[in-house]
């Protein structure tokens, strides 16, 4: 076994703006100045002009979404894509809409946020152990970016996750789409990709070795946290928990449900 790994290796020139940070928190304030994809660009600003009714008092974040948690969180979530009203109005990931009050409830009860609903960026929450973070940074009409647009936002994620790297050990992939994106940016941070490739679903499970020989990463599945999964039942909060719960202890995170079972 290695020690931890090394920080991204310097950027080459003229290479993607995410190759010019040196830490996570530089590289959180870049994202929210990219305008690389002009058909996101104008979606996120017009629905920031236009506004939902219940929202006329708010003035919108219409900018990128950078990733939120610890610098050295060993479980990451990945989701999609802002949503147009709700990340996209209060800047921070999954705050401000459906989806979101499922996930930090579940978080919440594993003992994993410090409070069960996100509001807004200022509302005090925090995640203890877990990073959560978008293949794709701007709100997409439709919920649906392109595959040049979630290749074109790559690097962001790609160069987040080897700053993860020396702590990462376990990762969510909340949905298809964030499987599939994840998995060029987990390679290029250093952990072996099975062939075939894993192919997604609720509850899938893969361990990935790390190429220097250092703590393997295990990549789970989990259904979107989208009303379009929880309406229909797809996804239950209860295997929404469960789910988190596995990972977590994969991630070596303490929870309360595990604490639980340790008192009976």
Not at 7 to 21: E, F, L, N, Y
Not at 116 to 142: F, K, M, N, Q, W
Not at 212 to 217: A, S
């Amino acid at each position: 076994m290695t020690g931890a790994p090394p920080p991204p290796h310097d950027p080459p020139p003229h290479g993607h703006p995410a190759d010019t940070v040196h830490t996570l928190a530089e590289l959180d304030a870049a994202v929210t100045g990219c305008r690389a994809c002009p058909r996101l660009v104008d979606w996120r600003e017009e629905a920031a002009r236009v506004k939902r009714r219940a929202y006329q008092d708010w003035e919108y974040w219409a900018r990128p979404i950078p990733g939120f948690g610890p610098r050295d969180a060993s479980l990451v979530l990945v989701g999609l894509a802002p949503a147009a009203h709700g990340a996209n109005r209060t800047g921070r990931i999954f705050t401000g809409d459906p989806s979101g009050d499922l996930l930090y409830a579940a978080l919440y009860d594993l003992g994993l946020a410090s409070r069960p609903t996100a509001v807004s960026r200022d509302d005090g929450l925090e995640l203890y152990g877990v990073r959560i973070t978008d293949p794709v940074r701007c709100a997409p009409p439709d919920n649906k970016p392109s595959v040049s647009e979630r290749d074109t936002c790559r690097p962001w994620l790609a160069r987040e996750l080897a700053f993860l790297r020396p702590t990462a050990r376990a990762v969510v992939a909340l949905g298809g789409f964030a499987w599939q994106a994840l998995l060029p940016p987990l390679a290029a941070a250093g952990w072996e990709l099975p062939r075939p490739r894993p192919v997604f679903g609720h509850g899938a499970r893969v361990v990935l070795p790390a190429l220097d020989g250092g703590p393997p990463l295990e990549l789970f599945g989990c259904y979107h946290v989208s009303p379009r999964n929880t309406n229909t039942g797809r996804l239950t909060t209860a295997m929404l928990r469960e789910l988190l719960a596995d990972a977590a202890h994969a991630a070596g995170l303490p929870t309360r449900e595990a604490a639980a079972r340790s008192l009976s």
